[in-house]
T-cell receptor, first 115, second 113 residues
Framework: GAVVSQHPSWVICKSGTSVKIECRSL??????MFWYRQFPKQSLMLMAT?????????EQGVEKDKFLINHASLTLSTLTVTSAHPEDSSFYIC???????????FGPGTRLTVL | KQEVTQIPAALSVPEGENLVLNCSFT??????LQWFRQDPGKGLTSLLL?????REQTSGRLNASLDKSSGRSTLYIAASQPGDSATYLC????????????FGSGTRLQVQP
């Protein structure tokens, strides 16, 4: 299956700053990647679908101007949390759907803490 | 809207026991179902993928079954080991025609040595 990496694995930032998280598909060209968010003791919730060469599609309630997604190549999608606030502190994790059966492979996640 | 429920929420068993984790989903029009394992603070590891045309999949000591018509799946773990301790998540496609997943809240498993 697809091998997915994320960078950084954890980040601590001050309120009001922006943070960029990278998701890389190491061995598979991914036209689509997914970004999920997981709050403590909760399950994963889909934030947005990252589409190579076009705009991302966001789930209801996710602010597209706050969570900027760029899918510039078939192996890299980035999520930028702009003007981060403490309530944005969460575990952000990306996935790559493999073909032909749409088996999903996840990155190791990024723990964001906003002070 | 697809909803996924997992029972039990937590389970503690002695080493060596066989156990069953349950997953149910509200919309039976799924094309696959996937079971994952998540260790604390880590990402998800794919355990098994069952296509809608299949009734079960096996990998080592794990066996997953799927009953689409009743909206249920089970994950059977044979001869449990302390290393199996983790949270197990069940996921199905969010909507018909979409590839993104929606997840159950998971079963937190603790296997006592």
């Amino acid at each position: 299956g697809a091998v997915v990496s994320q960078h950084p694995s954890w980040v601590i930032c001050k309120s009001g700053t922006s943070v960029k998280i990278e998701c890389r598909s190491l061995d598979f060209q991914a036209t689509t990647m997914f970004w999920y968010r997981q709050f403590p003791k909760q399950s994963l919730m889909l934030m947005a679908t990252s589409n190579e060469g076009s705009k991302a599609t966001y789930e209801q309630g996710v602010e597209k101007d706050k969570f900027l997604i760029n899918h510039a190549s078939l192996t890299l999608s980035t999520l930028t949390v702009t003007s981060a606030h403490p309530e944005d502190s969460s575990f952000y994790i990306c996935s790559v759907p493999d073909r032909p059966y749409n088996e999903q492979f996840f990155g190791p996640g990024t723990r964001l803490t906003v002070l | 809207k697809q909803e996924v429920t997992q029972i039990p929420a937590a389970l503690s068993v002695p080493e060596g026991e066989n156990l069953v984790l349950n997953c149910s989903f509200t919309d039976s029009a799924i094309y696959n179902l996937q079971w994952f394992r998540q260790d604390p603070g880590k990402g998800l590891t794919s355990l098994l993928l069952i296509q809608s045309s299949q009734r079960e999949q096996t990998s080592g000591r794990l066996n997953a079954s799927l009953d689409k018509s009743s909206g249920r799946s089970t994950l059977y773990i044979a001869a449990s080991q302390p290393g199996d301790s983790a949270t197990y998540l069940c996921a199905v496609p969010l909507d018909t025609g979409r590839r993104a997943l929606t997840f159950g809240s998971g079963t937190r498993l603790q296997v006592q040595p």
